[in-house]
C-alpha cells in the first residue's frame, strides 16, 4: 500500500474509533403511573410477543400487580390487582410454563407472610397455590421460582425453622411445602434468591451468613440436606450476594451488591459448580456502575447486567462483560427520564434486552425498557489469508467495496456491520474501527 493510502486509512480509522465510542440507545416501552402499576422490582417474562411482570405497589389496592406489555411497546395491561386477600407487594420475577404463569408475593394471604400463585396469561383471578404462614417458610424470595417437571423450587427470605430462611419445593397444583433446606447462619442466612438447578443439585445464595457473615453460594440435593457451602464471601471478594447465579456448562456466575476492591460497589464473579476459590470477573468503581441487584444473561460468551446505581448520572446502567472477565462496556446509562434504579434480571431475545427500572419515567414509578445491542462484526482478516487488520486486508476491501473482484478469492463480506445492508458508510466506519482496535 502506498504512503498516502495508509495515511487515508490511518486518519479514517482514528476518526471511526472516535465515532463508536457512544452507548446503545434505550427505548421506553411502558411507564408507570400508579394506576397501571408501580415500582417494578423484578425482572419480565417473555411469552411470544408479550412480555409479563409485577410491580411491587399501584394497581387499584396499591398493593402491586401483574401486568403485560407487547415487545413493541404500549401502556401496560393490568392482568391481576392484588387486593391482600390474594396476596400483596409481589417482588419477584414471574416463571412461565405453557400458558401459565406462576409467582409469589411478600405479604398477603391467610397469615399476612406471603403466598404462591399461578394465573394464565390471558388473566383472570389468581390461583394461590401455597399461603406462607411463618411455621413454613415465610417471606417469598425476591427472584422467582425455579420449575422442574411438576416441582416448583424457591427460597424465603426470612422464616422456618431459624428464622434465617429456607429452599422450598411445592407441587404446581398446590399444596403444603416441603422444607429441603433450614438456614442456621454458620451455613448462611437470607436466601434472597430463586435457586438455580442443574441435574439433581439446586445452587443459590445468601444474602449474609457464612465464615465472615458476608454471603454464601451453597448447593443443595433436589431432595433436600444438608447445604454445602461452594463460596464464603469476605468483602474483597465481594459482600452481600443477593441475586439468582447463572449457569454455564459447570460454571455459576453471579453478583454481590456490595464489596470488591473499589469502595464496597459490588462485583461480578464466577465459581465452579463443585466449589473453590472465587474468580471476580469485574469490580464496579461507580463510574462504570454500583451495586449490581440483579443476576447476569448469559449469550455466547458475554454476560450482560446491570447495576442499580452508578454511571454517568448515578442512576444505574447496563453493561456487558466477557465470561472471562475484564473492564464491563457500558451499554446504556439511566437519566431518569429514560428510567432510574434497575434491580430486575435481564431477559435476551435475539438482539434485544428487555428490563425494568424501579423509579424513573414520566411518572418516576418506574419503566420497562429495550436495548437493541450492536451486531457482531466480521473478521478483519477479510482477505482470508490468516492475518488480521493489514494493508493487504485493506487494500482487498477497498477493492470489494468498488466493486472488484476479491484478490485472494475467499474475501468476507463487505457486510462488515452484520446488519444486512452491504458497502455501506457504517461498514466502512465499523471496519476500520474495529482494525484501529476500537470496539464493533
Known amino acids: 500500500m502506498s504512503k498516502s493510502i495508509a495515511s487515508i ?18 427505548t421506553t416501552l411502558a411507564t408507570f403511573n400508579g394506576t397501571n402499576g408501580a415500582n417494578p422490582y423484578a425482572g419480565l417474562t417473555l411469552s411470544g410477543t408479550t412480555l409479563y411482570g409485577t410491580t411491587w405497589q399501584g394497581g387499584a389496592s396499591n398493593l402491586g400487580t401483574v401486568f403485560s406489555v407487547p415487545v413493541t411497546g404500549g401502556p401496560p395491561t393490568t392482568v391481576v390487582t392484588f387486593n391482600n386477600v390474594n396476596g400483596a407487594f409481589p417482588y419477584d420475577e414471574l416463571t412461565l410454563s405453557g400458558n401459565t404463569l406462576y409467582g409469589t408475593t411478600s405479604r398477603g394471604g391467610a397469615s399476612n407472610r406471603g403466598t404462591v400463585f399461578s394465573l394464565p396469561v390471558t388473566g383472570g383471578p389468581p390461583t394461590t397455590l ?124 453471579g453478583t454481590t451488591r456490595y464489596g470488591g476492591a473499589s469502595g464496597s460497589n459490588g462485583t461480578v464473579f464466577s465459581v465452579p459448580v463443585t466449589g473453590g476459590p472465587v474468580t471476580t470477573l469485574v469490580t464496579f468503581n461507580g463510574a462504570n456502575g454500583a451495586y449490581p441487584y440483579a443476576g447476569l444473561t448469559l449469550s455466547g460468551n458475554t454476560l450482560y447486567g446491570t447495576t442499580r446505581s452508578g454511571g454517568a448520572s448515578g442512576n444505574g446502567t447496563v453493561f456487558s462483560v466477557p465470561v472471562t472477565g475484564g473492564t464491563p462496556t457500558t451499554l446504556a446509562t439511566f437519566n431518569s427520564t429514560n ?96 482494525i484501529a482496535g476500537g470496539p464493533c
Do not use: H, W
Not at 134 to 161: D, I
Not at 175 to 187: A, E, R, W
Not at 230 to 239: A, D, H, Q, R
Open 9 to 26: 486509512v490511518c486518519t479514517l480509522a482514528v476518526a471511526a474509533g472516535a465515532s463508536g465510542a457512544s452507548a446503545q440507545t434505550l
Open 130 to 253: 401455597a399461603t406462607l404462614n411463618g411455621a413454613n417458610p415465610s417471606y417469598p424470595n425476591v427472584a422467582g421460582l425455579t420449575l422442574s417437571g411438576n416441582t416448583l423450587y424457591g427460597t424465603t427470605a426470612e422464616g422456618g425453622v431459624n428464622g434465617f430462611g429456607e429452599v422450598f419445593a411445592m407441587l404446581v397444583t398446590g399444596g403444603p411445602l416441603s422444607t429441603l433446606v433450614s438456614f442456621k447462619g454458620t451455613n448462611g442466612s437470607y436466601p434472597y434468591a430463586g435457586p438455580t438447578l442443574l441435574g439433581n443439585t439446586l445452587y443459590g445464595t445468601t444474602y449474609v451468613g457464612g465464615a465472615s457473615n458476608r454471603g454464601t453460594v451453597f448447593s443443595v440435593p433436589v431432595t433436600g440436606g444438608t447445604p454445602t457451602t461452594l463460596v464464603t464471601f469476605n468483602e474483597t471478594n465481594g459482600t452481600a450476594p443477593s441475586a439468582r447465579l447463572t449457569l454455564s456448562g459447570n460454571i455459576l456466575y
Open 339 to 434: 428510567g432510574r434504579f434497575p434491580r430486575g434480571l435481564l431477559i435476551l431475545s435475539g438482539k434485544t434486552l428487555y428490563g425494568t427500572t424501579e423509579r424513573g419515567g414520566s411518572n418516576d414509578a418506574g419503566t420497562v425498557f429495550a436495548l437493541v445491542l450492536p451486531s457482531p462484526c466480521n473478521t478483519t482478516d477479510f482477505d482470508g489469508d490468516g492475518d488480521e487488520g493489514t494493508d493487504a486486508d485493506i487494500e482487498a476491501f477497498f477493492i470489494v467495496l468498488a466493486g472488484g473482484t476479491c484478490p485472494t478469492g475467499t474475501c468476507a463480506s463487505i457486510d462488515f456491520d452484520a446488519d444486512g445492508d452491504e458497502g455501506t458508510d457504517a461498514d466502512i466506519e465499523a471496519f476500520f474501527r474495529v
